[in-house]
Structures are given as structure tokens and as C-alpha cells.
């Protein structure tokens, strides 16, 4: 575990696929599997040593390993990455805050490698 200290420069993506303000204050707090496949397929490398998961990512909680994967296009989510969220490349997880109630714009979120629908989607959350 790298805890030295590290300047970075984020640039936070649009969280337009938000449908209203409604729930961006009850997040829940996770940790990303980042040996994940389709977490790893989703990352984006910053270039200078970090990466990121971008906001929107479909994800769903694994019970056995106990940590947040890429949710699959069969199974329903269980939420959304709030927001982006950046971590050194090469790290196994990373923190973040899941948008698990509220409003989300179906056209807005971003591509996870499978058509994302609404019949896919968290329980508590309307997709519009």
C-alpha cells in the first residue's frame, strides 16, 4: 500500500446523467474492485500515474469479496458511481460514494460496454 504523499490535478467529468438533485445527499460509501474486468475495461489512464472510473458507472455489490464490481448487463445494478473517482494505477481498490436513489437520465450515462436499460437498473432509483 503506497501512503506517500501524491499531488494530483482532477478534473471532475459531467454528472449530466443526474435527472435532479434528488438523492445526491443520502450516497452510500463502497470500495471499487479494481482487479475487476469490466472495472479495469471502464478505467481511464490520466497519464501520469493515476487513472479514474468515470460518474455513472453501473455497479453492484459482490458478497463474497464484499466490494463493488462493474454491474453486469444480465443482473440489475444496485447503483451508480457518484463520482469520478481517481486512484493510482495499479491500486486493487479505491473509495468512493454510490448514487443509489433518486433520478437518472438513461441517454446521459456513460457507455459501460453493454446497453445499459432501465429494467437494469437500482430498485429505488427512476430512470427517465
Not at 467529468?13 to 471499487?32: A, I, K, N, P
Request: glycine share 12%.
Amino acid at each position: 500500500m503506497d501512503l506517500s504523499p501524491k499531488r494530483t490535478t482532477v478534473t471532475y467529468d459531467d454528472q449530466e446523467w443526474l435527472g435532479s438533485r434528488h438523492g445526491v445527499d443520502c450516497t452510500d460509501t463502497g470500495t471499487l474492485d479494481l482487479e475487476n474486468a469490466g472495472l479495469a475495461a471502464v478505467a481511464v489512464d490520466n497519464g501520469d500515474g493515476t487513472s479514474y472510473i468515470p460518474s455513472g458507472i453501473p455497479v453492484n455489490y459482490d458478497s463474497g469479496t464484499k466490494l463493488y464490481e462493474l454491474a453486469a448487463d444480465t443482473v440489475a445494478c444496485d447503483g451508480h458511481v457518484y463520482e469520478q473517482v481517481v486512484f493510482n494505477t495499479g491500486s486493487d481498490r479505491a473509495g468512493f460514494a454510490l448514487f443509489w436513489h433518486g433520478k437518472v437520465i438513461l441517454a446521459k450515462l456513460p457507455d459501460p460496454g453493454y446497453t445499459f436499460g432501465a429494467a437494469d437498473g437500482a430498485p429505488h432509483i427512476r430512470y427517465v
